[in-house]
DNA sequence: AGCATCAATGTTAACGCAAACACTGCCATT
DNA sequence: AATGGCAGTGTTTGCGTTAACATTGATGCT
């Protein structure tokens, strides 16, 4: 038994497939009492429009097809979340296309799976250089928007605004006391890195505090750990920002571990506020993104191409937030 | 200008679409040189088959929906990915539905969505009885597969051997030679709290040890804080198994700050193995889940409803394994 | 009254593909 | 030489939908 399609309803509602057609897209000329007829055909049988074949009649399917790589971490997991629920209440489905590395051919295979669905736009989480180039190169006949991708490239973009996050944390800490803030950052292909160092950069800069060298790490807290083992030798070190929570969690251990305390000691702080961290020994300190309204900026980009076909160098910044918990306190006495 | 169809690449190719159309699905029956020349057209056009008009025509897209409620928590997380990534490799695409609720309005919401995507097969991560019950109401044409979901239902389901990872921790903890072990369980709807519950509890009864209240919470860390200040004060507390990482962060963190030190005073357990589990203070034993496991067996169960109409009761398990780090020790002399 | 207008509805033609069936040679068998 | 089978290919049909166009009957205007 096949499910019902439009011209069974039309045959229960005395009326032409069309009909129902136009009733299911809200066109306005049909009467009440027909749309009434209709409505009812269509819940006795329990029809379900076909996306398949209105997708194939309009070129396009009522989908956003997602690539991402990494959507383990909190950041892109939460973020799909936040996609998911915003393109349903549009009206959108959303289809993942995992990605293993952020290189031109991975990104591209990744597209033209989606591209063959005929997926009504295309997000990108392309938080690395590799994959704007990737971007760049395919051949533009889809809406696209790129999350955390390249500033300076020429992609629609919908981006956390790291600077400012970053300003913030290590503004806190100066104005905790700290002369200066040392900083742990992550990969540095990312761009999320690079706009955070340069945040806290700026920060520094501003208030005149000399400006340490950069701690090179990547997202994990194994790599926190190394890098707060190194700086838990290091007595001048009085003020660390992390580029994220995972990274704080390391460092956190690797101080405990050498004796140093935080906040008495130490200070601390992360990026992403993770659930756990307000849990963390001590409650972290850190900088909140707001993901949902990430994600509804770039359904909102994604949409105004869809329907208008303007392709422009449009760009959406969205403000994180700083929460303050224990991990920072004023630096010990000399 | 349109995208390329079959015709054009058979024109180009000077062959009929059908033909083309065998050589796209590997049919045996064309010729070696017909088959070049067509791959060549399909090269050189940048043709892409229409998924749209392939689901249209078949009744099935390659598509797989899954359906899950917070796809920000680890454990739901980790197992989309690596669904998503069985799927890929299986040539199939993954179309997520989340949901706010585990209710049955929100899951037959979710589920209907997919289905009028025609979608080829649904996952259900499914964990709370409500769930199950949703789906046993479902319209059942369409292959169904639920994860962590009702192990007395009758919808196939793939699951994560929550009892026996229980027994492994809980016994671990008894071998360091604690007198009983105290549970911090999960929320009381989900089967994974009640499995690890059951895990916890046979292994006590076989070691013939006192069986303790359930302390009852959710999955958060802040629910960990909570019981972990409560487990604090109780001086004959020496082993906690938590049902989670997150709820063991909250635990370590309030009986850090009573003063308990861990292992030395209290041994703790959790479950996940979430990455950063092992830089926690101190680094937490845990059972780790193989979450690629389930989504290959999510995946088979799927696969084989879909090729071959069979539908029983399917279940597959995945065994854990338990990851033996520095949280566990031998109890206190007294 | 006659005609244009317009709302409400029906009819037809695609969309791109795969399945069913039909056709064409060629080869092996009788 | 006639027959049958079969590999290789083409033709036709239909999947369920929307868009474009066609039709109908009622209404308002001159």
Chains 1, 2 share one sequence.
Not at 8 to 34: C, F, I, K, Y
Not at 89 to 113: M, N
Not at 249 to 275: Q, T
Request: hydrophobic share 45%; aromatic share 4%; charged share 20%.
């Amino acid at each position: 038994m096949r499910s019902p399609a439009m011209t069974d309803v039309a045959r229960l509602a005395g009326v032409s497939h069309q009909t129902v057609s136009r009733v299911l897209n809200g066109h306005p000329n049909v009467r009440e009492q027909t749309r009434l007829r209709v409505q009812a055909a269509i819940a006795e049988l329990g029809y379900r429009p076909n996306r398949a074949a209105r997708a194939l009649v309009t070129g396009r399917s009522q989908v956003i097809g997602v690539v991402a790589q990494n959507t383990t971490l909190y950041g892109p997991a939460s973020l799909l979340a936040a996609l998911e629920q915003t393109a349903a209440e549009a009206g959108f489905a959303v289809s993942v296309g995992s990605v293993s590395d952020l290189d031109h051919q991975s990104i591209s295979a990744a597209v033209e799976r989606h591209l063959a669905h005929r997926v009504a736009g295309i997000v990108v989480i392309a938080p690395v250089e590799s994959a704007g180039e990737a971007l760049e190169q395919l051949p533009q006949d889809v809406p696209l928007v790129t999350v955390d991708g390249d500033p300076a490239g020429p992609i629609p973009l919908v981006t956390v605004d790291q600077v400012s996050g970053a300003r913030a944390a290590t503004q806190h800490l100066l104005d905790a006391g700290h002369r200066t803030v040392w900083h742990v950052s992550g990969p540095p292909d990312w761009f999320d890195s690079a706009g955070r160092i340069e945040g806290w950069r700026e920060a520094l800069q501003l208030a005149g505090a000399e400006v340490p060298p950069v701690v090179p790490a990547d997202w994990s807290a194994a790599a926190g750990y190394r890098c707060g083992q190194m700086l838990a030798r290091m007595p001048e070190v009085t003020a660390v920002f992390t580029a994220n929570d995972h990274l704080a969690l390391g460092v956190l251990r690797a101080l405990h571990e050498h004796g140093r305390r935080v906040p008495d000691d130490i200070s601390v702080v992360g990026f992403d506020d993770v659930p756990e961290a307000a849990y963390f020994i001590p409650p972290l300190t850190t900088v909140r993104p707001d993901f949902a309204a990430v994600a509804r900026a770039s359904l909102d980009l994604l949409l105004a191409q869809i329907e208008s076909d303007v392709v422009g160098p449009l760009r959406r910044t969205v403000a994180p937030t700083l929460v303050v918990r224990r991990s920072v306190g004023a630096p010990p006495r000399r």
